[in-house]
């Protein structure tokens, strides 16, 4: 059988690895503040989603809670017009829609806001 030496490859003995973990441990106990601090709350308290009646939307139902968890005081269903051009997302209608953004883009794009 092959003996293993002190020292290994890399050079480091045992007695420098435990000076080395010591160290560290001595660290560890110097005080130093342990505060685990969040990100801000955010910038906006309102948050309106599309209310769809269609088993597709129901993660942003589910995600209500979580959102309130994440600082949205007031969160808002508005209903889709269907009747109306244009996305329903932008100013007066919803923040956040989980339909697809290519209708989006070009609504932006020919100048519409």
Same mark, same amino acid.
């Given at each position: 059988?092959?003996? @293993?030496?002190?020292?290994?490859?890399? /050079?480091?003995?045992?007695?420098?690895?435990?000076?080395?973990?010591?160290?560290?441990?001595?660290?560890?106990?110097?005080?130093?503040? +342990? @505060?685990?601090? $969040?990100?801000?709350p955010p910038e906006?308290?309102?948050? +309106?989603?599309? $209310?769809?009646?269609?088993?597709?939307?129901?993660?942003?139902?589910?995600a209500e809670s979580?959102?309130?968890?994440? /600082?949205?005081?007031?969160?808002?269903?508005?209903?889709?017009?269907?009747?109306?051009? /244009?996305?329903? @997302?932008?100013?007066?209608?919803?923040?956040?829609?989980?339909?697809?953004v290519t209708p989006?883009?070009?609504?932006?794009? $020919? /100048?519409?806001?």
């Open positions: 059988m092959k003996r @293993v030496s002190a020292k290994s490859i890399e /050079g480091c003995s045992r007695r420098k690895f435990l000076a080395k973990m010591s160290a560290l441990g001595g660290a560890s106990c110097l005080g130093l503040p +342990r @505060v685990a601090t $969040a990100e801000p906006t308290s309102k948050l +309106r989603l599309m $209310a769809y009646p269609a088993i597709c939307a129901a993660p942003q139902y589910v979580l959102l309130k968890a994440e /600082g949205f005081t007031s969160i808002e269903y508005v209903k889709a017009d269907e009747t109306a051009p /244009g996305p329903y @997302v932008g100013p007066g209608k919803a923040d956040v829609d989980l339909d697809a989006i883009i070009t609504y932006i794009d $020919a /100048g519409n806001r």
